[in-house]
């Protein structure tokens, strides 16, 4: 079992910078592929950002792409989203989730690899 608590959401202006965290327990942490996930109101829960097991390989929506950066620190156990240049539309509840990826250098691109999910952060984004 993976235990994953966000952290950093709130309201933010437009143009604005937040950084979420994301802090795992329970299990070797470099043992996980971690992805960044959001959901609107309304909306399906789609993959923001994901970074693989050291951190070498990363994966952005294009929507964000130049915008987000998504990192780890696997000495603390803890991902990292950096959201610069916010947008209304980024408005969601953002998750972190957490994928087995032990022996694969590749990332999980697929909402259905990720085993385990934290309770999500709001994020509010106003014009």
């Known amino acids: 079992q993976v235990q994953l608590v966000e952290y950093g959401g709130r309201l933010v202006q437009a143009g604005g910078s937040l950084r979420l965290s994301c802090a795992a327990s329970?299990?070797?942490?470099?043992?996980?592929?971690m992805g960044w996930f959001r959901q609107a109101p309304g909306k399906e829960r789609d993959l923001v950002a994901a970074v693989s097991r050291f951190g070498v390989n990363t994966y952005y929506r294009d929507d964000v792409k130049g915008r987000f950066t998504i990192s780890r620190d696997n000495a603390k156990n803890t991902v990292y989203l950096q959201m610069n240049s916010l947008k209304p539309e980024d408005t969601a509840v953002y998750y972190c989730?957490?994928?087995?990826?032990?022996?694969?250098?590749?990332?999980?691109?697929?909402?259905?690899?990720?085993?385990?999910w934290g309770q999500g952060t709001q994020v509010t984004v106003s014009q």
């Open positions: 989730a957490a994928a087995d990826y032990r022996g694969r250098s590749t990332l999980p691109v697929n909402t259905l690899r990720y085993e385990y």
């Open positions: 329970g299990q070797t942490f470099s043992n996980y592929a």
